[in-house]
């Protein structure tokens, strides 16, 4: 349904109907088809990642302060396994406070080495902001719906370009009754794997980079790299460590109430964490 995807990609149905294909690209039917097969089809992408037994999820964010402008940057573990739930974070650089948030037979938190119960529906906000269906979640709806939400927003193959990394790209656009550019989706030429998807929302352009895509299982096609920007600044940046559907060998512990110390997390290749 597009509505299960309505909050980041609403924009892309807000757009006037175009018409002129680029002669030198793709027609649009086949193009978005090419797009939805790419990240795994209608049968991948999310329906591959809830039916694997678990979820682990390493991967450094950093994020700026939108009053402020100050940046923090700290590494994540987001674990599932069946109904238990678990967001771990240590703070890399900026201010911030190491913590983990678990969701199990009970709620909890883990802050300065003392455990805190909280309630269920704070820590279910937490998990879905810091969780794979929201980090993924453009790429998710393209290869489930891709052909119903594209089609849906009237796009337009405007032709091929240079994108972010150097690499070309086929650009479909959407405009606006006076002719303005209101949407726009990129994919690499090759893989056909989005590149940038910006559209218009009710807080201003918002802007999603994608890059460095890896196959972790049949049908399940993530961007290992990506990048939110509103109206032209960079509100964060994601890069993902690991992406496993297998149980941590700490899985007892992880969901122990009774354990209290924040273990360190993978740290990505090339990147040092804080002393």
């Known amino acids: 349904m597009i509505a299960r995807f309505a909050l ?30 790419s990240l795994g089809g209608p049968t991948g992408g999310l329906k591959t990642l ?46 911030g406070t190491d913590s983990a948030a678990i969701v199990s037979d009970s709620s909890w938190m883990i802050v300065d080495g003392a455990t805190h119960t909280v309630e269920a529906t704070a820590v279910e906000a937490q998990m879905g902001e810091f969780g794979p269906r929201r980090l993924w979640s453009v790429p998710f709806a393209l290869a489930s719906e891709g052909r119903e939400i594209l089609n849906a927003a009237s796009l337009e193959v405007v032709g091929r370009g240079d994108g972010e990394s150097g690499s070309e790209v086929l650009v479909m656009v959407g405009k606006n009754e006076e002719g303005e550019e209101t949407s726009r989706v990129e994919v690499d030429a090759k893989s056909y794997r989005p590149t940038n998807v910006q559209f218009v929302s009710s807080s201003g352009k918002v802007e999603y980079r994608y890059g460095d895509y890896r196959e972790i299982a049949d049908g399940l096609v993530v961007p290992f790299s990506r990048e939110f920007l509103r109206n032209g600044s960079r509100v964060s940046r994601t890069d993902v460590t690991s992406l496993s559907l297998r149980p941590p060998k700490e899985v007892a512990r992880l969901f122990d109430e009774a354990v209290t110390k924040l273990s360190p997390l993978p740290v990505p290749k090339g990147i040092s964490s804080r002393d």
């Open 50 to 95: 809830e039916g694997a037994p678990a979820i682990e999820l390493v991967f450094r964010r950093t994020v700026r302060d939108s009053h402020s402008a100050a940046e923090i940057t700290a590494d994540h573990r987001y674990v599932e396994v069946g109904a238990k739930r678990r967001i771990d974070v240590r703070v890399v650089d900026g201010d």
């Open 8 to 37: 980041p990609l609403a924009g892309l149905l807000l757009l006037g109907a175009g018409s002129a294909v680029a002669t030198d690209a793709p027609p649009l039917d086949a193009l978005v088809g090419r797009v939805s097969m």
